[in-house]
């Protein structure tokens, strides 16, 4: 069984509150909520939060939520609380709480990667579609191998092309970005939260970086959807309405 989780704090840096702010006459967090549920590959859907304020709403749109501790440092670690509490989920999918037209179908392919009994972190990339995406430092980067598992992630465009302009290096390689949803196996999850913060997590930022250099694989599987994740305030903006 897979139990999908959207991990919620409410003390964001870049944008306190983000999960209660309105969309269209609905919360963020509940549109995350409504877009997971769709997915007829979750056997349940949970709002993690710290936050009273979250928490109150979420039951008042008639959402599963449940409190959790309140120095999680990463979404990763929270959903790993979670699951220590809900033993019988042997799958959980992480999905990101600031991306409120979240496509089912995309939580539906990370789900399939577990068809694979040997799989045991898996996510999802997209093809770089122009030089903005290549070079967006807020875009990570993915090399994968042949296997369909992620080698590397990074905010530089990876492999750099010995001696063409950078102008040109889509022409030359198949460059993929990182998707951020991730699924885990239950007992690989709470394995990889109690790792120390790693040298390349360190140099990058990228959390899953510390699961690559402790010789954890992860899964990847193609996307052609787009996600918009909601930052800051003014990235509303450009939020198209659906």
Request: include cysteine.
């Amino acid at each position: 069984m897979i139990l999908g989780i959207i991990p919620a704090r409410y003390a964001s840096t870049r944008f306190p509150g983000k999960p209660l702010v309105n969309i269209a006459g609905k919360s963020m967090i509940q549109r995350v909520y409504e877009q997971a549920k769709k997915c007829v590959h979750l056997s349940r859907v949970l709002v993690a939060t710290d936050d009273t304020r979250i928490y109150d709403h979420v039951l008042n749109f008639g959402g599963e939520v449940i409190m959790t501790a309140p120095d999680h440092q990463s979404g990763t670690d929270r959903c790993a609380e979670v699951a220590l509490q809900h033993p019988q989920y042997n799958v959980i999918i992480n999905i990101q709480g600031d991306e409120p037209y979240i496509d089912p179908e995309q939580i539906s392919k990370l789900a399939a990667c577990f068809n694979n009994a040997d799989t045991q972190i898996a996510t999802l990339i997209k093809k770089v579609q122009n030089e903005q995406e290549l070079f967006n430092v807020n875009s990570p980067k993915v090399v994968i191998n042949k296997l369909s598992e992620a080698v590397y992630f990074s905010r530089s465009p990876l492999p750099h092309i010995r001696g063409q302009e950078q102008r040109h290096w889509l022409n030359y390689y198949t460059y993929f970005k990182h998707i951020g949803i991730y699924g885990y196996r239950a007992d690989i999850l709470q394995q990889i939260t109690k790792l120390p913060v790693s040298s390349l997590e360190k140099a990058e930022s990228l959390e899953q970086l510390r699961w690559i250099e402790n010789g954890y694989h992860i899964k990847v599987a193609e996307t052609e959807l787009e996600t918009y994740a909601i930052d800051r305030p003014e990235d509303l903006i450009n939020l198209k309405i659906r």
